[in-house]
């Protein structure tokens, strides 16, 4: 078993940036491939990002690729999604999980935090 918590959500004007973070709970977190998804209202979530295991390959959305950067540390049992470069319309809830299966499952996913961009 796998609990995932998010945190860093916010509200920021478009052009801003935060930080997303993910801790997750449980000892074979390591060998799991993580990824960042998100949901605006009315919408179906979307994937945004993935992470190997070992973090040396990294995956985005054609929407997120070059404003967004997902990491991990290991040593720490977290994911972290650095947003640069914020729009209006990646306002969502943002929700960590894994291990990610192609870009639509997971066997375990957060609560999610809000992200608000403002025009």
């Known amino acids: 078993q796998v609990q995932l918590v998010e945190s860093g959500g916010g509200l920021v004007q478009a052009g801003g940036s935060l930080r997303l973070s993910c801790a997750a709970s449980?000892?074979?977190?390591?060998?799991?491939?993580m990824g960042w998804f998100r949901q605006a209202p009315g919408k179906e979530r979307e994937f945004v990002a993935r992470?190997?295991?070992?973090?040396?390959?990294?995956y985005y959305s054609d929407s997120v690729k070059g404003r967004f950067t997902i990491s991990r540390d290991n040593a720490k049992n977290a994911v972290y999604l650095q947003m640069n470069s914020l729009k209006p319309e990646d306002t969502a809830v943002y929700y960590c999980a894994g291990p990610v299966r192609g870009d639509s499952s997971a066997d375990y996913w957060g609560q999610g935090t809000q992200v608000t961009v403002s025009s």
């Open positions: 992470i190997s295991w070992s973090g040396s390959s990294t």
């Open positions: 449980g000892r074979t977190f390591s060998s799991y491939n």
